[in-house]
């Protein structure tokens, strides 16, 4: 199982990023995949996670309605799209997979493989 983090950046607050997970070496619909966060000081926080083909979605309360998780099954790519980024949102982002059908969850520890991350910092 691979995991690459892409297009995390600098911008200011009310502005807009999209993250990308691009995956290798699995069968993609058989994985529950999530985005999580670890700000500087503080401990991992889940953002949102896609489960498979019948998982569903989820997202923390902090970024439902401005974070948006979809994927690009062709490409066996998860995005991660965030809009209305308050300096709060500043953390390095990651990816990560775990083998599941059916099922959905923002568990850092419910997750066994994980990519290396994406800076995102949200000017004020």
């Known amino acids: 199982v691979q995991l690459v983090e892409s297009g995390g950046g600098l911008v200011q607050a009310g502005g807009s990023l999209r993250l990308s997970c691009a995956t290798s070496g699995f069968n993609f619909d058989d994985y529950a995949i999530g985005w999580f966060r670890q700000a500087p000081g503080k401990e991992r926080e889940g953002v949102s996670c896609?489960?498979?083909?019948?998982?569903?979605?989820d997202y923390a309360d902090s970024v439902k309605g401005r974070f948006t998780i979809s994927t690009d099954n062709a490409n066996k790519t998860v995005y991660l799209q965030m809009n209305s980024l308050k300096p709060e949102d500043t953390a390095v982002y990651y990816c990560?997979?775990?083998?599941?059908?059916?099922?959905?969850?923002?568990?850092?520890?419910?997750?066994?493989?994980w990519g290396q991350g994406t800076q995102v910092t949200v000017s004020s």
């Open positions: 896609l489960g498979g083909t019948d998982g569903g979605t």
């Open positions: 990560a997979a775990e083998f599941t059908s059916s099922w959905c969850g923002l568990d850092s520890a419910d997750f066994s493989s």
